[in-house]
C-alpha cells in the first residue's frame, strides 16, 4: 500500500507544476489588465475637470497663431518650426487637422500621453524587478503591488497637472513617454535569450523610441547615459573591466560622441549660461 501511494504521489506532482504553469501567465495577465484598467480610471477622474480649460500663454504662440501646423500634411513647415521639437508640433498638426480649435480633443490627447506615460512606468518597474540585481530579492513576492502603486503614484502626482492640463506642456508628457519606453524596450531586450530574435526587435524599437524622444524635446538627449546607469545597477552580473579592444566599447564610445558633436552642433554653449 506505502508502494502504491509513493507511486500515487510521484506520478501527481508534476501534474500540479504543469497545472501552476499553465496558470501563471493567465495569472500575470489578468493582473496586468486589471493594474491598467485601475490607473486608467484614476487618470480619468483626477482630470476629469480639465477638457474644456481654455488656450493660454504660449498655447497662442505655439497652437491658435502657429501657421505651421494647420496643415498636417505640410510636414516642411512643422520641421522648419521646430526640428527639435518636430514630434511635439505634429501632434498639434493632428489635433488642428481633426477638431481645429476645439480644447477637448487637445486635452483628451494629453491626457492619454500621461496614461501611457503611467503605464510605462508600471512596464518599467515590473522589469526592473526581473533585472539580475532584485530576482532574487525576497521584495519581488510584492512586485505587482509595488509597481501598480508607483504607476498610480505618477498618474496621481500633483507636478504632472501642468503637463497635463496646460496644453502645449504635452511637450513634457510625450518626451518621457518615449523616454521610458526605450528604456523598457531596451531592458527587455537585455533580459531576452541570447541569439533570440526578439533580442533584436527589443532593441531596434529602444532605438525607435530613443529617436522620436530626441525628436519630442531636448531633454531626452540624457537618454543614453540614463541606459548606461541602468545597466551598470541592474543588468550587470560581474564587475567588467573596460577592453577597449572591445567593439562594443568602441561602439559604445562612437555612439556617444556622435550624440555629443550631434547636442553642440544643434545647440550653442550659450544654453549653460544662466537666465537671471
Known amino acids: 500500500m506505502k508502494k502504491q501511494q509513493i507511486k500515487k504521489s510521484s506520478q ?27 490607473i486608467t480610471l484614476l487618470g480619468i477622474i483626477i482630470y476629469s475637470n480639465s477638457f474644456n480649460c481654455s488656450f493660454h500663454l504660449d498655447d497662442r504662440t505655439s497652437i491658435v497663431e502657429n501657421i505651421a501646423i494647420k496643415n498636417i500634411l505640410d510636414i516642411k513647415s512643422i520641421w522648419n518650426y521646430s526640428s527639435n521639437r518636430f514630434i511635439s508640433y ?11 480649435l476645439n480644447v477637448w480633443g487637445y486635452h483628451l490627447f494629453n491626457l492619454i500621453i500621461h496614461l501611457l506615460t503611467s503605464f510605462m512606468v508600471f512596464w518599467l518597474t515590473l522589469l526592473i524587478f526581473s533585472t539580475h540585481s532584485l530576482k532574487n530579492n525576497p521584495i519581488i513576492k510584492q512586485k505587482y503591488i509595488l509597481a501598480l502603486f508607483t504607476a498610480l503614484l505618477f498618474v496621481s502626482h500633483p507636478l504632472a497637472t501642468q503637463s497635463v492640463t496646460y496644453i502645449v506642456q ?53 537618454l ?26 568602441i561602439l559604445l564610445m562612437v555612439a556617444f560622441l556622435s550624440i555629443m558633436i550631434f547636442m553642440f552642433s544643434r545647440f550653442s554653449l550659450s ?6
Not at 505634429?90 to 488642428?96: E, H, L, T, V, W
Not at 541606459?227 to 566599447?249: G, P, S
Not at 544654453?271 to 537671471?276: A, T
Request: charged content about 20%.
Open 271 to 276: 544654453i549653460f549660461k544662466p537666465i537671471s
Open 90 to 100: 505634429y501632434s498639434f498638426a493632428i489635433n488642428y487637422h481633426f477638431g481645429k
Open 170 to 222: 504635452r511637450m513634457a508628457s510625450l518626451v518621457a513617454m518615449f523616454y521610458l519606453l526605450s528604456i523598457a524596450l531596451y531592458v527587455k531586450g537585455r533580459l531576452s535569450e541570447k541569439g533570440s530574435i526578439s533580442k533584436f526587435f527589443w532593441f531596434a524599437g529602444a532605438l525607435v523610441s530613443a529617436v522620436l524622444a530626441l525628436l519630442t524635446k531636448e531633454n531626452a538627449y540624457t
Open 12 to 38: 501527481s506532482k508534476p501534474l500540479i507544476k504543469k497545472g501552476i504553469q499553465n496558470v501563471a501567465p493567465k495569472t500575470f495577465k489578468y493582473t496586468n489588465l486589471f493594474g491598467i484598467a485601475i
Open 224 to 249: 543614453p547615459f540614463a541606459i548606461m546607469l541602468f545597466d551598470i545597477f541592474f543588468l550587470q552580473t560581474k564587475k567588467r573591466k573596460i577592453n577597449f579592444k572591445d567593439y562594443r566599447i
